[in-house]
């Protein structure tokens, strides 16, 4: 082997010891479904089927993972109060699944059946979780699984989430990696293939509790993709984060509205699309070097009417050779829940004034361009530069 060859060979050894560790489970960005957006703390096993079934028709396109979001341990997920959502826990303070809600957990078989069923359709079976240990645990003192531990001497009682109330954090301690490492084995041996651990990598961020999970994930020898929410995950922590898991969460909750009131403590959550607009075009301002444009087009002015923009559309793809692809998405779009939808939440539009002012507020001096740089003539482009100090 010659020089060269060797010095490619020792290239390739560090970089596969430097970024291994965390991202063998997960070569290529994870995709799949979550539960949490259609039924937050309330899905059950019929329900979780059928959307895993629809999963599984698009696996080809890289589709696989289909993951259970929180509550799914709660017997009550519409209780107010911890006592009301009754946490179900196995003898060793650990969650597991309510079979009121989950059938095939009956007799103690927790989530393997399930997850059996989600690997027969060619997919990957996830879960959630809260951090820590349960309070109903502490408040027991059960005994911590292949341990001489129990659960007082894990849970760090003076650590909370913060807007969650049924756990304690977690002690970096013996007792704490113990109890973690319990539960792993348990969910590893359900065929647990995704795990999303919230209330971990931002308010608060819990460092000692990521190491702690994924050193118990990897004494399972199980791949278990590890996921840390919520966001936004500070960049100066990036470095520190991706040694243990394979994803976590670079923003708050983007949520199906234009602007959300936050409250003070609340910090941006929840994200609305006009805050991500404000966002986007702050940070374009920030980073635009001199004499650059920040240049915003297919803006839909008021007054044009939907069928402008589908002869608009039409044309372009007769023109392009897609008119057949155009006209299947026009009668799609026509006959699914879009209208119902735009009616429902409502469509924003800007005039030209407006839109000008818009971008005024956020710094910069705009110009509408001669014309849009979409396909649409009727829509509008704008041409804006950080306005002078």
Not at 42 to 52: D, R, S, V
Not at 185 to 204: E, N, Q, R, T
Not at 223 to 250: C, D, F, N
Not at 343 to 370: H, I, K, N, Q
């Amino acid at each position: 082997m010659d020089r060269r060859k060797l010095f490619f060979a020792a290239l390739i050894f560090v970089f596969a010891a430097t970024f291994s560790t965390a991202q063998s489970s997960a070569p290529t960005p994870p995709m799949g479904w979550n539960s949490w957006d259609a039924y937050g703390w309330t899905i059950g096993e019929a329900e979780f089927k059928a959307n895993a079934a629809v999963l599984a028709s698009i696996k080809q396109f890289g589709w696989q993972y289909a993951v259970i979001d929180q509550g799914w341990y709660m017997e009550d997920p519409l209780g107010t109060k911890l006592a009301e959502r009754q946490y179900l826990l196995d003898g060793n303070g650990i969650e597991i699944p309510v079979a009121s809600r989950f059938p095939d957990s009956a007799e103690g078989a927790g989530f393997k059946p399930l997850a059996d069923w989600v690997h027969a359709q060619g997919l990957k079976f996830g879960l959630h979780i809260i951090r820590g240990i349960p309070r109903q645990a502490v408040e027991r003192n059960l005994p911590i699984a292949g341990s001489a531990f129990h659960a007082a001497e894990a849970a760090d009682i003076a650590d909370a989430c913060p807007w969650d109330d049924g756990n304690w954090g977690m002690k970096d301690n013996e007792a704490g990696q113990a109890y973690y490492d319990a539960m792993l084995k348990l969910y590893a041996g359900w065929g647990l293939d995704y795990l999303k651990v919230d209330c971990v990598s931002d308010h608060p961020y819990r460092p000692t509790e990521i190491r702690q999970i994924a050193e118990a994930i990897r004494k399972t020898g199980r791949p278990i993709v590890l996921s840390l929410s919520p966001g936004p995950t500070q960049l100066e922590h990036a470095a520190e984060v991706a040694k243990y898991a394979q994803m976590w969460r670079i923003s708050d909750d983007h949520w199906d509205g234009w602007k959300f009131p936050h409250k003070a403590g609340d910090g941006e959550w929840p994200f609305g699309v006009g805050d991500e607009f404000d966002r986007i075009a702050t940070l374009f301002h920030r980073l635009l070097k001199p004499g650059g444009l920040f240049v915003l087009g297919d803006v839909l002015p008021p007054r044009v009417p939907a069928i402008s923009d589908a002869l608009a559309l039409l044309r372009f793809a007769a023109a392009n050779g897609f008119l057949v692809a155009a006209v299947t998405g026009l009668v799609r779009t026509f006959f699914s829940d879009y209208w119902r939808l735009r009616s429902d939440l409502g469509l924003t539009r800007y005039g030209e004034a407006e839109m000008v002012a818009r971008l005024a507020r956020l710094g910069f001096s705009a110009t509408r361009a001669p014309r849009n740089i979409g396909h649409i003539r009727a829509r509008m482009t704008f041409l804006a530069h950080p306005a002078a100090a």
